[in-house]
């Protein structure tokens, strides 16, 4: 594992440059958690961050392509197996189930992106979903989506969920991580097999159209000064453009609710049998391996299929469960797999997420996406993420 348990140093910058630093991990048995935005302050500059400049930074975001291709073998004997009996958690707003049927696929509102900075110092995307939590606050992801196995770091910076994203529209807001939560195995070891990662998020937060934003423009020889002083309030951006000339941005805030209210969240199913039907839901982009660009990333997609026992030895990974699709890696992973999906509801049970695809018989087109098996212990991260309380930040 790249990633180390030393502590590193926080240091106040002008701005933004701290926001998006984190605390080190706590472990607390098989569950490591990390905050992401540290307080309420530094949540607002996330999302400034990303409002910020005519929200530059979500529409240049690409998608994010760190360990997206991985060998994987289908595997008829071993591959997961529950480690204690087979469990639900029910939907936000399934917690009655009532029973329907429709032959359309109607596309879930809990799945969006999450968009972070990766380790190039640039803005990237993955794949995601809202889930069902006491304060309706949650998000899961691939855990490569949240921790930065590329760079000697514990999280991405600037990380952020939002649901229904498209071209640089954010319909019900912008949803700032908190707190990230994954298995303690996955945090120190990189496992494969507990590559996921569970996120809560502050109350989403809008433009104020109510209020007028500007841009201030700071030329002279206490331009850093002035531009600190101001980005130190809430809902303030500051950067240095070509130029070299200081630039403060006013960016009004507004809070838009909490998550699950907005959307509505997944259930979460553990220890089901391989070899049932799912869907998956991303976004998936990038090409194949023959150069074909099968998709844009712009629009969500799915996929339709029975989960197989697979292996990826390469990353650690020797319980995985598969389905065969067409989805390339990037963009794609985080994508959600959901259990016994209600086309009428648009719910159903999160049952995986995918974290790689493969290219098994060798054709150069992807063929199979791969997620870790959600267990007893993947139920544990899930609780502990799932009762854990974020709030407002404005």
């Given at each position: 594992?790249?990633?180390?348990?030393?502590?590193?140093?926080?240091?106040?910058?002008?701005?933004?440059?701290?926001?998006?630093?984190?605390?080190?991990?706590?472990?607390s048995g098989t569950v490591s958690t990390d905050t992401l935005a540290t307080s309420n302050y530094a949540a607002q500059q996330v999302a400034a961050f990303w409002y910020g400049q005519r929200a530059a930074n979500l529409q240049n975001a690409t998608p994010y392509n760190v360990e997206t291709a991985v060998t994987t073998k289908h595997v008829s004997t071993g591959g997961?197996?529950?480690d204690s009996k087979a469990g639900v958690v029910p939907a936000i707003g399934d917690e009655k189930k009532s029973s329907s049927t429709s032959k359309n696929v109607n596309l879930p509102k809990t799945t969006g992106k999450v968009f972070f900075q990766g380790a190039d110092g640039k803005p990237h995307w993955c794949?995601?979903?809202?889930?069902?939590?006491?304060?309706?606050?949650?998000?899961?992801?691939?855990g490569h989506c949240v921790y930065d196995t590329k760079s000697n770091k514990d999280t991405l910076n600037y990380w952020i969920f939002v649901p229904g994203y498209y071209q640089g529209k954010t319909p019900w807001g912008i949803y700032v991580g908190k707190q990230a939560f994954t298995h303690y195995d996955y945090d120190v070891y990189e496992d494969g097999d507990r590559d996921y990662a569970f996120v809560?998020?502050?109350?989403?937060?809008?433009?104020?159209?109510?209020?007028?934003?500007?841009?201030?423009k700071y030329t002279d020889a206490t331009a850093d000064d002035k531009a600190a002083?101001?980005?130190?309030?809430a809902g303030y951006l500051s950067w240095t453009g070509k130029d070299g000339v200081r630039y403060v941005e006013y960016l009004p805030l507004a809070d838009a609710g909490r998550l699950g209210d907005n959307v509505g969240g997944q259930g979460l199913a553990y220890n089901q049998k391989i070899g049932q039907p799912v869907f998956m839901f991303g976004y998936p982009d990038g090409k194949h391996?023959?150069?074909?660009?099968?998709?844009?990333?712009?629009?969500?997609?799915w996929s339709y299929g029975k989960t197989f026992a697979a292996q990826a030895p390469a990353i650690k990974a020797e319980e995985l469960q598969g389905l065969k699709s067409s989805f390339t890696g990037e963009g794609s992973l985080g994508s959600s797999w959901l259990l016994k999906y209600s086309n009428s509801r648009r719910?159903?049970?999160?049952?995986g997420v995918t974290i790689g695809?493969?290219?098994?018989?060798?054709?150069?087109r992807y063929d199979t996406s791969v997620s870790p098996y959600f267990d007893g212990e993947t139920y544990g991260v899930y609780k502990s993420a799932a009762s854990t309380w974020s709030g407002k930040i404005v």
């Open positions: 594992m790249k990633r180390t348990l030393a502590f590193a140093g926080l240091v106040a910058t002008t701005g933004i440059l701290a926001a998006g630093l984190a605390v080190p991990a706590q472990a997961p197996a529950a794949s995601a979903t809202s889930v069902q939590s006491t304060y309706h606050n949650l998000v899961a992801t691939a809560t998020v502050y109350n989403g937060v809008k433009l104020d159209t109510t209020k007028t934003g500007w841009v201030k002083a101001d980005a130190k309030k391996p023959d150069g074909n660009q099968a998709f844009t990333g712009k629009t969500l997609k719910l159903g049970y999160l049952n695809v493969s290219d098994t018989d060798g054709n150069k």
